[in-house]
């Protein structure tokens, strides 16, 4: 290359020691540990801050019924299968009789004896009554003839001694048609008795419902109280909701909820709080609240896992920071301001928080300071800090 | 007075910088070594920095929860908080494992926080801090996730919303941040399979399923799901009392192990990385030592290349000292060129490696000194050859 002139040799020396020395200067103060320390910032504004909570539960049934006999025995047989819906009444099973069918016989057959028995006793009575009458009638003659001096006086006697026996005979009678009677009323008792035993056995659907279990089948020995079939009613789902203990101030019946299920994360579905559980869950720390559809999606299963945001009432016109710009130093939460080129840390007392991460700051902060958001190293009062849009290596 | 050794190097500066360049590559690698072994010292200290906790309160007789595994129950920091000295108490767990995202699977530490609480994350990036007491995470960025992604960990899928820097493992592994129930449940929980085949295993147990007690078996196989241990409690000690006395009363009455902010550097630094850094302060020294060697014999060979001009300079009655002095200079002239050119090198291509590289500026003056006090040693062999050419080569063969 040829220019009009030569340019002395040491001027390019000269040129390469001053590059490579300002390079070093540059290396040695804009890398590593004395490099002022990239930060973003934005200034404090006013904004409304949505607070919301958010839990996850699970769908249940708030209405459940377990069917099963009240007394041990083995099942006959069960004529529903899971997914049927019933309807109150329906027989769904039925316990195994043993030898109750058998004690119904017997005891209606007893209560056609007790009949019998009336009937016979009935028959007694008239029997009673008619020998009484004629008795009667033979007394009345005998008297008139002993009056007259035609029969002896013993004859008369005699007829009046048979008058009194029948109607001994007649008291006699009758009362054993009221025994007969009682004992009627009681075999009849026992037919009853015997029947509802038996009814007990037939294990019927207590509401219209959906079977949702279906635990033993024909031939199984189940013990009082072990449930056969289970019920549910499907209008009555609702979720569990569990909520940290630790993030749940403002719960409420009332609040509404947007629901998400796992089964359907692309869908969501509203919701209301019905009831807040007055008992938590002191293991877990977590709140219970329970959180019905609005109208209950097509399909949903009881135990089927669901998301559920809760939304607090909206603080309006709150002066707000992200949550990002907050920092611990020490026990003390705050963030750092940034002004003139100098940082300092402000403790700052906090409000509500919104789920998309803006903090409503209650002291410490004026509207149109300027905090730190993110910042490439931790950092300290003593650190030099270099605005930038964006920190390295992430996009702005 | 003329420079002698000024105007040699004029005479032939394309060689002597293209030397000092080549120099410089070297001594920019052995900086390097040092960085590396100073960013794994960095990347222990910061991850008890960012930790914020002044206790770390473990199993008892173990050196958890880096170094080993350890596991506490998880209301044991209720009992901590009403300890003399605890201002905060949080609990936190540690996992390595495989982290996916879509087709790709990242190696990270996931760790369960507490928000709020020590463990945190300490500064961001990018995104915002967790606000969801579930399903959202904070990773680091070496993990390559960007805020927005869908992350898998164990069973659910969990959003990135926090992007953090330089949070990483001992072993170099990114940290991702999630929820401490979440991780709870990813620690402890197993796969469906597992789970339904315990379920199956308790069921054919018949002591455990017995007809006459109709709820047994449910109440067993929840209590089979459930983990409530975590890894560690994390403490801050309340202003005016000395974590070590803290530590040291919790060691005595409540059956854990507490390690203090030293104890825990100690245990990371001598115990977790030991092996590795002396594996690299191995290798930094046979570097520098190369690298001495080397520049000995670079000077020595430019001294031999000059030979006939030293012995012209003698001819003419050129003082030892001054031929010596331009040897001298130009040795540490290259010794100069070299370190400002290994700077600056291990600058540019120090970001680029996968783990944090560290250069210190002390380690730069040190290196400064050495380099300098090598190029004198290496010029005394080169002098030792100028002094001994006897003037007379200036005119023979």
Request: proline content about 5%; glycine content about 10%; overall charge neutral.
């Given at each position: 290359?040829?220019?009009?002139?030569?340019?002395?040799r040491?001027?390019?020396?000269?040129?390469?020691?001053?590059?490579?020395?300002?390079?070093?200067?540059?290396?040695?103060?804009?890398?590593?540990?004395?490099?002022?320390?990239?930060?973003?910032?934005?200034?404090?504004?006013?904004?409304?801050?949505?607070?919301?909570?958010?839990?996850?539960?699970?769908?249940?049934?708030?209405r459940?019924?377990?069917?099963?006999?009240?007394?041990?025995?083995?099942?006959?047989?069960v004529?529903?299968?899971?997914?049927?819906?019933?309807?109150?009444?329906?027989?769904?099973?039925?316990?195994?009789?043993?030898?109750?069918?058998?004690?119904?016989?017997?005891?209606?057959?007893?209560?056609?004896?007790?009949?019998?028995?009336?009937?016979?006793?009935?028959?007694?009575v008239?029997?009673?009554?008619?020998?009484?009458?004629w008795?009667?009638?033979?007394?009345?003659?005998?008297?008139?003839l002993?009056?007259?001096?035609?029969?002896?006086?013993?004859?008369?006697?005699?007829?009046?001694?048979?008058?009194?026996?029948?109607?001994?005979?007649?008291?006699?009678?009758?009362?054993?048609?009221?025994?007969?009677?009682?004992?009627?009323?009681?075999l009849?008792?026992d037919?009853?008795?015997?029947?509802?035993?038996?009814?007990?056995l037939?294990?019927?659907?207590?509401?219209?419902?959906?079977?949702?279990?279906?635990?033993?089948?024909?031939?199984?020995?189940?013990?009082?109280?072990?449930?056969?079939?289970?019920?549910?009613?499907?209008?009555?789902?609702?979720?569990?909701?569990?909520?940290?203990?630790?993030?749940?101030?403002?719960?409420?019946?009332?609040?509404?909820?947007?629901?998400?299920?796992?089964?359907?994360?692309?869908?969501?579905?509203?919701?209301?709080?019905?009831?807040?559980?007055?008992?938590?869950d002191?293991?877990?720390?977590?709140?219970?609240?329970?959180?019905?559809?609005?109208?209950?999606?097509?399909?949903?299963?009881?135990?089927?896992m669901?998301?559920v945001?809760?939304?607090?009432?909206?603080?309006?016109?709150?002066?707000?920071?992200?949550?990002?710009?907050?920092?611990?130093r020490?026990?003390?939460?705050?963030?750092?301001?940034?002004?003139?080129?100098?940082?300092g840390?402000?403790?700052?007392?906090?409000?509500?928080?919104?789920?998309?991460?803006?903090?409503?700051?209650?002291?410490?902060?004026?509207?149109?300071?300027?905090?730190?958001?993110?910042?490439?190293?931790?950092?300290?009062?003593?650190?030099?800090?270099?605005?930038?849009?964006?920190?390295?290596?992430v996009?702005? | 007075?003329?420079?002698?050794?000024?105007?040699?190097?004029?005479h032939?500066?394309?060689k002597?910088?293209?030397?000092?360049?080549?120099?410089?590559?070297?001594?920019?690698?052995?900086?390097?070594?040092?960085g590396?072994?100073?960013?794994?010292?960095d990347?222990?200290?910061?991850?008890?920095?960012?930790?914020?906790?002044?206790?770390?309160?473990?199993?008892?007789?173990?050196?958890?929860?880096?170094?080993?595994?350890?596991?506490?129950?998880?209301?044991?920091?209720?009992?901590?908080?009403?300890?003399?000295?605890?201002?905060?108490?949080?609990?936190?767990?540690?996992?390595?494992?495989?982290?996916?995202?879509?087709?790709?699977?990242?190696?990270?530490?996931?760790?369960?926080?507490?928000?709020?609480?020590?463990?945190?994350?300490?500064?961001?990036?990018?995104?915002?801090?967790?606000?969801r007491?579930?399903?959202?995470?904070?990773?680091?960025?070496?993990?390559?996730?960007?805020?927005?992604?869908?992350?898998?960990?164990?069973?659910?899928e969990?959003t990135?919303?926090?992007?953090?820097?330089?949070?990483?493992?001992?072993?170099?592994?990114?940290?991702?941040?999630?929820?401490?129930?979440?991780?709870?449940?990813?620690?402890?929980?197993?796969?469906?399979?597992?789970?339904?085949?315990?379920?199956?295993?308790?069921?054919?147990?018949?002591?455990?399923?017995?007809?006459?007690?109709?709820?047994?078996?449910?109440?067993?196989?929840?209590?089979?799901?459930?983990g409530?241990?975590?890894?560690?409690?994390?403490?801050?000690?309340?202003?005016?009392?000395?974590?070590?006395?803290?530590?040291?009363e919790?060691?005595?009455?409540?059956?854990?192990?507490?390690?203090?902010?030293?104890q825990?550097?100690?245990?990371?630094?001598?115990?977790?990385?030991?092996?590795a850094?002396?594996?690299?302060?191995?290798f930094?020294?046979?570097?520098?030592?190369v690298?001495?060697?080397?520049v000995?014999f670079?000077?020595?060979?430019?001294?031999?290349?000059?030979?006939?001009?030293?012995?012209?300079?003698?001819?003419?009655?050129?003082h030892?000292?001054t031929?010596?002095?331009?040897?001298?200079?130009?040795?540490?002239?290259?010794?100069?060129?070299?370190?400002?050119?290994?700077?600056?090198?291990?600058?540019?291509?120090?970001?680029?490696?996968?783990?944090?590289?560290?250069?210190?500026?002390?380690?730069?003056?040190?290196?400064?000194?050495?380099?300098?006090?090598?190029c004198?040693?290496?010029?005394?062999?080169?002098?030792?050859?100028?002094?001994?050419?006897?003037p007379?080569?200036?005119?023979?063969?």
């Amino acid at each position: 290359m040829t220019w009009g002139f030569r340019v002395p040799r040491q001027v390019w020396v000269a040129v390469v020691g001053v590059g490579l020395l300002s390079a070093l200067a540059w290396v040695a103060t804009q890398s590593g540990p004395l490099a002022p320390i990239p930060v973003t910032v934005t200034p404090v504004v006013r904004a409304d801050v949505a607070p919301a909570l958010f839990g996850i539960g699970t769908v249940e049934a708030r209405r459940a019924y377990v069917i099963g006999p009240t007394a041990a025995g083995r099942v006959r047989r069960v004529l529903v299968d899971v997914g049927d819906s019933v309807t109150a009444g329906q027989l769904l099973a039925e316990m195994e009789p043993v030898d109750l069918d058998a004690r119904v016989t017997a005891t209606a057959a007893a209560a056609e004896r007790g009949r019998s028995a009336v009937a016979a006793a009935d028959a007694q009575v008239r029997d009673a009554g008619s020998r009484h009458a004629w008795a009667a009638t033979e007394a009345r003659r005998t008297d008139a003839l002993g009056a007259a001096g035609v029969v002896s006086q013993s004859a008369v006697d005699a007829a009046r001694q048979a008058e009194q026996s029948a109607a001994a005979q007649l008291i006699a009678a009758e009362a054993a048609v009221a025994a007969a009677r009682r004992d009627l009323a009681r075999l009849e008792a026992d037919i009853g008795g015997a029947q509802q035993q038996r009814s007990n056995l037939r294990l019927v659907a207590p509401v219209d419902g959906l079977v949702t279990a279906r635990d033993v089948e024909p031939g199984s020995t189940v013990v009082a109280g072990q449930a056969v079939l289970r019920l549910e009613d499907p209008r009555s789902v609702w979720i569990s909701v569990r909520l940290d203990q630790a993030r749940s101030a403002g719960l409420g019946a009332g609040l509404t909820a947007r629901i998400t299920r796992r089964a359907d994360p692309l869908t969501e579905v509203a919701g209301t709080v019905v009831r807040v559980e007055p008992i938590s869950d002191a293991i877990t720390e977590e709140r219970i609240a329970k959180v019905a559809f609005d109208r209950p999606p097509d399909g949903v299963s009881s135990g089927e896992m669901a998301e559920v945001t809760l939304a607090l009432p909206v603080v309006g016109d709150a002066v707000v920071v992200p949550n990002a710009s907050l920092r611990h130093r020490g026990l003390q939460q705050g963030v750092w301001r940034y002004a003139d080129g100098q940082l300092g840390f402000v403790p700052v007392t906090t409000g509500a928080e919104g789920l998309d991460g803006t903090v409503q700051i209650l002291e410490g902060l004026q509207v149109g300071d300027l905090v730190v958001v993110y910042s490439e190293r931790d950092l300290d009062d003593r650190s030099r800090v270099t605005v930038v849009p964006a920190i390295r290596g992430v996009a702005p | 007075m003329i420079s002698l050794a000024g105007r040699d190097i004029l005479h032939s500066w394309s060689k002597f910088a293209l030397t000092g360049l080549g120099l410089g590559l070297l001594i920019g690698v052995t900086f390097t070594m040092a960085g590396v072994y100073r960013g794994m010292v960095d990347d222990a200290k910061v991850l008890l920095n960012n930790s914020g906790a002044d206790l770390w309160v473990v199993q008892k007789d173990t050196l958890g929860p880096y170094a080993e595994p350890s596991s506490v129950h998880d209301d044991i920091y209720r009992g901590l908080l009403g300890f003399p000295g605890i201002a905060q108490a949080a609990n936190v767990t540690y996992l390595t494992m495989q982290v996916r995202r879509g087709e790709r699977d990242v190696r990270a530490m996931v760790v369960g926080f507490v928000p709020g609480g020590p463990g945190e994350p300490r500064y961001l990036i990018a995104g915002r801090r967790v606000t969801r007491s579930h399903y959202e995470a904070v990773a680091d960025l070496s993990a390559g996730f960007a805020v927005g992604d869908r992350i898998r960990i164990r069973r659910h899928e969990y959003t990135v919303v926090g992007v953090t820097r330089r949070m990483v493992s001992s072993g170099g592994d990114p940290m991702v941040f999630i929820p401490l129930k979440d991780a709870q449940e990813a620690q402890f929980l197993k796969d469906n399979d597992a789970i339904v085949n315990e379920r199956a295993r308790t069921a054919n147990n018949p002591a455990l399923n017995r007809p006459g007690v109709p709820g047994l078996l449910g109440a067993i196989e929840a209590s089979q799901t459930s983990g409530r241990t975590v890894n560690a409690v994390l403490v801050r000690v309340a202003s005016g009392h000395s974590p070590d006395r803290v530590a040291a009363e919790l060691r005595r009455w409540k059956h854990v192990q507490a390690f203090t902010r030293a104890q825990m550097e100690d245990i990371l630094v001598a115990k977790l990385i030991a092996t590795a850094s002396r594996q690299i302060g191995m290798f930094l020294v046979i570097l520098t030592i190369v690298s001495a060697a080397i520049v000995a014999f670079i000077i020595y060979t430019m001294t031999l290349g000059k030979i006939r001009e030293i012995a012209v300079l003698k001819l003419i009655g050129t003082h030892n000292s001054t031929i010596a002095s331009m040897i001298l200079q130009q040795a540490l002239g290259l010794g100069v060129i070299g370190f400002v050119v290994g700077k600056i090198a291990a600058t540019i291509w120090g970001p680029a490696f996968p783990r944090y590289v560290l250069l210190e500026p002390w380690d730069a003056v040190i290196g400064f000194v050495l380099v300098m006090l090598v190029c004198v040693l290496a010029s005394t062999l080169a002098i030792r050859a100028a002094l001994r050419v006897d003037p007379a080569a200036a005119i023979g063969g």
